[in-house]
T-cell receptor, first 113, second 109 residues
Framework: SAVISQKPSRDICQRGTSLTIQCQVD?????MFWYRQQPGQSLTLIAT?????????ESGFVIDKFPISRPNLTFSTLTVSNMSPEDSSIYLC??????????FGSGTRLTVV | DAKTTQPTSMDCAEGRAANLPCNHS???????VYWYRQIHSQGPQYIIH???NNETNEMASLIITEDRKSSTLILPHATLRDTAVYYC??????????FGTGTRLTVIP
C-alpha cells in the first residue's frame, strides 16, 4: 500500500488567515481524498482531487473555503481559507481503495485562535 | 445517513480475543464490509474487508453472517496497542467512505 507524508503535522493559526496542507504520496495515484475530523467526531469527506481537473466537493464544502490543488499524480494541497475557530479540526488526506482499502496520512491538527 | 450500527465502547482484557460487532441490516448486494481503526492522534488504518465469506489476515478475522446483515471483527489476542476507535463501513467501491461513530475499544492490562 502507498505511503503518505502529510505536512504540517500541527499548527496554531490566527483567525482570518489561511493554511495550506500538503500531502505527498510515494506512488502515482489517480484520486486523492481530503477529510476533516472535528474534535470528538468521526471523519467527513471534504473533496476528491483528480489530477488535471477540478476537485469534486461534498455537500457542505465549497471551493472558496477549501481550495485544492493537484499538480501531479503524487501530490495535493488543501488550503483552509479565512479561518475561524470552527475550522479547528484534524485534516487528513487519503489515497487508495480496492483490495488494500484506503491509506490515510497522519493528519494535520489545526487550532484556530 | 448511518449505514452501520456499532456499540459506542467496549473493554477487553489484554491477551484475550476482542470481538467487535457491527450491524448493517440495509447492506446492498454489491457492498463490501470494511473495518478501519484509528489510534489516538493518527490517521485511520485499514484492517480487513469482506463481501460474503469470512476473511482472515495478519491483523484480524472478519466473520460475516449468512444474511450479511451483521459482522464481527475479531482481534484474536488483544494487546494494549490495539486500543483505538474501530470503524465498520459498508461501501460498494464508491469514494465516499462514511465512517460513522465507531467503537472505542480499550484494552485493559
Amino acid at each position: 500500500s502507498a505511503v503518505i507524508s502529510q505536512k504540517p503535522s500541527r499548527d496554531i493559526c490566527q483567525r482570518g488567515t489561511s493554511l495550506t496542507i500538503q500531502c505527498q504520496v510515494d506512488s502515482q495515484v489517480t484520486m486523492m481524498f481530503w477529510y476533516r475530523q472535528q474534535p470528538g467526531q468521526s471523519l467527513t469527506l471534504i473533496a476528491t482531487a483528480n489530477q488535471g481537473s477540478e476537485a469534486t466537493y461534498e455537500s457542505g464544502f465549497v471551493i472558496d473555503k477549501f481550495p485544492i490543488s493537484r499538480p501531479n499524480l503524487t501530490f495535493s494541497t488543501l488550503t483552509v481559507s479565512n479561518m475561524s475557530p470552527e475550522d479547528s479540526s484534524i485534516y487528513l488526506c487519503s489515497v487508495g481503495g480496492g483490495v488494500y482499502g484506503y491509506t490515510f496520512g497522519s493528519g494535520t491538527r489545526l487550532t484556530v485562535v | 445517513d448511518a449505514k452501520t450500527t456499532q456499540p459506542t465502547s467496549m473493554d477487553c482484557a489484554e491477551g484475550r480475543a476482542a470481538n467487535l460487532p457491527c450491524n448493517h441490516s440495509t447492506i446492498s448486494g454489491n457492498e463490501y464490509v470494511y473495518w478501519y481503526r484509528q489510534i489516538h492522534s493518527q490517521g485511520p488504518q485499514y484492517i480487513i474487508h469482506g463481501l460474503k465469506n469470512n476473511e482472515t489476515n495478519e491483523m484480524a478475522s472478519l466473520i460475516i453472517t449468512e444474511d450479511r446483515k451483521s459482522s464481527t471483527l475479531i482481534l484474536p489476542h488483544a494487546t494494549l496497542r490495539d486500543t483505538a476507535v474501530y470503524y465498520c463501513i459498508v461501501n460498494n467501491g464508491a469514494n465516499n467512505l462514511f465512517f460513522g461513530t465507531g467503537t472505542r475499544l480499550t484494552v485493559i492490562p
